[in-house]
């Protein structure tokens, strides 16, 4: 029996045509939108009879493989000509000039539709076929094509030419597969046993795979959650539910936990790819991220070196971090970043941020609707989601860049077209300005997006990308650059725009800001979801659960399971202290903050983690505190701390110090998630407040528009984001079975029913101080 290799049109002429270097500078960032209103500008001219997006598929055998083909062409056409003959047209949009297209210029476009046109023919069992390439330009609709009359025998021959290139990288894949499927089938839980609520935990997200649904879990600190994820989601590829699955965090740390658990699984016999992707802005090998053939080796000739660079890399490894991505990619001379994109389209798992799956400007965008059915999305500290999504969904403008451009841009620098744009988009943030008045720095809330506002910047965008295309030097380049992007960024947020977003309008002095404020993420989210197989939303703070599915795009139907806490009330001493931290009594506070941390550390010695709401009330009460003879160990968080001085103030927290250690930070911030002090090295965390953002400003939009939807604006807004840091923060204390250690909760609100509900049970009851 011949193995059976299934291919996409696209990757296999990809695989086998693309050459060159990664675009000279500049990308258009045209979205997948303005391509698809190209092809319909083309594909409206059909006749009733002609098809659109049809589908194709057919089987070449070469020396013992059956590759199995298939895709999409945007049309075929009958008899269009009047001599009998089908026509397989393939459209390509393009922000360039299509005059200045050839018919050599792009022959991955050609082998596409050659391939459309053979399997149509062969299914068919036509002679011949017409196959014609057309571009279209996104903004003007500008058109050229170019046609070519083949025989089924010169389309057979051409077909097989791709099969024979692809022929080593697809035994490569034939031979890992099989290594993998029998890994996984004999792969046992890496660990001699599971803990408390872990078999759960992992039958949940099996079952939620395999039934196509999302999943809202609550898995407490050492629960082992990642493994619990990660092990279900193996063996769904082991039952080919999956083809692969994104392990998806925001944090590094987050990211190393995802590669050990993997690691693990590798150490009890799994064989399985996984790619870690690192931002572009930390692995690029250059000084500046400048994507240029003439400023960068990397990206000249990229395309010409990355099929070899990937069929060395799969040789050799299958567990691809960073370290290695980086040490290929100086071996064969390619962008880092890139050949990372390019490795995770092969993997099996892919660790990453947030943004390659959610966010539409950086997803991976070649992972096609038929893809995405075999693949699920492991969301890991899913609670940081809401407010990163509202970040992704949301877009802003202001008035300063534009009169810039308008400035370098005068009449006779020869780039009157952008000039011309400049101007007009900085008046109608001119007439903007007076419509709302000269000042106070206030948010105005505007019942719509301006009208004429979006078809200017539309305008905008088009000359500047003409401009960055050019080489236009009369504009400062990464200026334009970054105001190309950001406009574009703009707009399509301005396409999406809907009942859950509002827009507003700032005026400070003379400038003016913009912003389409995405209230409420779940439609948006929903949406970048819709195809996955499953998505499974974790995190040991994902509480209340109604919440966060409400939030992140859930329905009623979906799965949602809360885990108990695998470790021992015994284990975890909780205090509570009950003053007002409220920002109006935070003066009167202070002191008996101060007196209880001497009090705690001095009849309990040991490491503490000590949170508070602000900087500036820490400061307060580490200056009381300290100011009073303390004679042990203290360090004090600053704002803008770089990696180094982090990794110095987590690594004064030693097992066995002589004296006692007290570190002061803030909630929500780089020490209060993500970290692991176990054992003796963390005895004590403090945690001073209920967690609530600051009040007004969008805050304030965001709890009136809850209200607005017959939800508690309140506890949407400020409550529940509030008391997910304090659930955060007193997370770092019981890492393990062995640790234990004192809490201490710093609110009078504590007390209340409310906020006592939202305290995990583990917590519970709590002793009060006096």
Known sequence: MSDLVEVSVRSLAEYVFRGGSIDAGFRTGATLAEGTKAHRAIQQTYKETDLKEAYVRGDVEYEGIVYRIDGRCDGLLFDEAGDGVATVEEIKSTGGSVTLLTEQSHPVHWAQAQCYAYLYAKAEKLERMRVRLTYVHRQTEERKSFERMLTRGELDAFVRMLVKAYDPHARQRLAYARDREAGIRELPFPFPSYRQGQRHFAGAVYKSIADRKRLFARAPTGTGKTISTLFPAVKAIGEKLLRRFFYTTAKTTTRAAAEDALALMRASGLCLRSVTITAKEKICFKEETRCE??????????????????????????????????????????????????????????????????????????????????????????????????????????????LELKRQTKAGSGSRTLHEAAKAVNEAFIALRKSCGEGGGGLIVLEA?????????????????????????????????????????FIRTAESFDERSLVYVQVERSDVRIKLLCVDPS????????????????????????????????????????????????????L??????????????????????????????????????????????AELFLGAGWDGEALVQQAGMSEEERDSFL????????????????????????????GDRLT?????????????????????????????????????????????AGGRLIRTESDSGTLVLVDDRFMQPDYYALLPEEWKPVTTMR
């Open 651 to 678: 690594a004064a927290f030693r097992a066995g110090a002589e004296k006692t250690i007290v570190g002061f930070a803030v909630m929500g911030g780089v020490f209060a998630e993500g970290i692991d002090l176990a």
């Open 523 to 574: 439609g948006m989210l929903r949406l970048m979801g819709k195809g996955y197989r499953s998505l499974v939303y974790f995190s040991a703070t994902l509480s209340p659960i109604p919440y966060y599915r409400d939030t992140l795009g859930g329905d009623e139907d979906d799965y949602a399971t809360a885990i108990p806490s695998p470790f021992r009330s015994e284990q975890l001493d909780v």
């Open 449 to 489: 997006i301006p009208p004429a506002l979006v078809p200017l910047l539309e305008s905008f965008a088009s000359a500047a990308e003409a401009a960055l295309l050019a080489g236009d030097a009369a504009a400062d380049r990464q200026l334009l650059t970054d105001m190309y992007y950001t406009v574009q960024h």
């Open 684 to 728: 004590g965390v403090v945690i001073v407040g209920v967690g609530l953002p600051q009040f007004g400003g969008e805050r304030e939009l965001i709890r009136r528009y809850f209200d607005d939807t017959g939800r508690n604006g309140f506890d949407y807004a400020y409550k529940f984001p509030g008391m997910n840091k304090v659930l955060q």
């Open 293 to 402: 053939k003439l400023y960068c080796e990397y990206a000249d000739g990229y395309y010409d070196r990355i099929n070899a660079a990937l069929y060395d890399l799969w040789s050799r490894e299958t567990a691809i971090t960073r370290d290695v991505i980086e040490a290929y990619a100086r071996k064969h001379r390619v962008c880092p970043f890139e050949f990372s994109l390019d490795a995770a389209y092969e993997a099996d798992a892919v660790v990453c941020d947030y943004n390659y799956v959610f966010d539409p400007r950086v997803s991976l965008k070649r992972l096609f609707e038929e893809e995405k059915r075999h693949t699920a999305v492991l969301v890991d500290e899913a609670h940081n989601l809401v407010d990163r999504a509202r970040e992704m969904y949301s877009g802003e403008l202001t008035k300063a860049p534009f």
């Open 576 to 621: 509570l202290l009950p003053v007002s931290t409220r920002y109006r009594d935070r003066g009167r506070s202070k002191a008996r903050i101060a007196a209880m941390l001497r009090r705690v550390t001095d009849e309990r010695p040991g490491n503490y983690l000590v949170f508070f709401p602000s900087y500036d009330y820490m400061n307060e009460v």
